[in-house]
């Protein structure tokens, strides 16, 4: 067996050291126009329907506890996409009660003008089935990892969520510096929210390419297959 340092044991096998978990500073801006507050198919304990806002929040404070438990010095900052960004916390921090304090300033802004993208980023939560346009700098210098979550409305002749999808995939190939994912989901369904943001948990220097992704995996492909009947075209010639 081989060490860190070279040696061999005689077992073939190679031992790495163990080494801690690079520390991140995770922003995230959260789309805060009106879509934000369409409901999701599921209820909070009051029987009120969650709104993507909710959803987005909750899904938001798992990834940080998530983040956090995997290495305590990781950190956030929250803004909400507006033109210009407004920001919720503008000061990285690991601490947990700052990332909730920050949540709670998010507002409704009723406005749907372009989304300023020249001062980003790291996670963008995106909710507008109708507004594709965006604004990039001229030249975008790739210095960070850029993770989309795009939420939205079934498609209908009165919005383009395919054409909003193709121009956040177009901001992700351009501002991202390593592997970066874009999901979304017109579903209304909190778990694919959850499940979604659970993949962006990996580092971007331990993922693989998006479309190699195989998460989650579907039931039937680890089901057991049972074993066949004898096939009909064999033909048992007794002795």
């Known amino acids: 067996m081989l060490t860190a340092g070279g040696s061999s044991t005689g077992t073939g096998a190679y031992l790495l050291p163990a080494v ?13 126009g009106p879509e934000t507050m369409a409901d999701m ?3 909070g304990a009051t029987g009120r329907p969650f709104t993507r806002q909710d959803a ?19 950190r956030f900052a929250f803004c909400t996409l507006a033109k210009p960004i407004q920001w919720l916390r503008k000061e990285f921090s690991s601490d947990i009660d700052s990332a909730v304090a920050a949540l709670r300033g998010i507002s409704v802004n009723m406005s749907s003008n ?6 980003l980023f790291r996670v ?3 909710c507008r089935s109708s507004t594709p346009q965006y604004q990039l700098p001229p030249s975008p210098t790739k210095l960070f990892t850029l993770d989309v979550m795009y939420l939205h409305d079934k498609p209908e002749p009165n919005n383009c969520p395919q054409l909003v999808f193709d121009t956040l995939v177009d901001a992700l190939e351009r501002l991202s510096e390593y592997e970066g994912y874009i999901f979304d989901s017109g579903q ?3 778990r694919a929210l959850f499940r979604k ?4 948990l990996r580092h971007p220097h331990q993922r693989c390419y998006q ?6 995996k579907s039931v039937t492909k680890n089901l057991v297959p049972e074993s066949s009947p004898a096939d009909d075209s064999v033909i048992i010639v007794p002795s």
């Open 20 to 32: 801690r978990f690079s520390s991140e500073d995770i922003l995230f801006c959260i789309d805060g």
């Open 188 to 190: 209304g369904l909190t």
């Open 211 to 216: 479309e190699e992704l195989d998460v989650p």
């Open 197 to 200: 943001m659970s993949v962006l």
């Open 56 to 74: 987005i929040k909750q899904a938001i404070m798992l990834f940080a506890h998530s983040k956090l438990a995997i290495n305590p010095d990781h």
């Open 41 to 43: 198919k599921v209820s």
């Open 124 to 126: 963008l939560i995106y």
């Open 114 to 119: 372009q989304a300023d993208l020249t001062h």
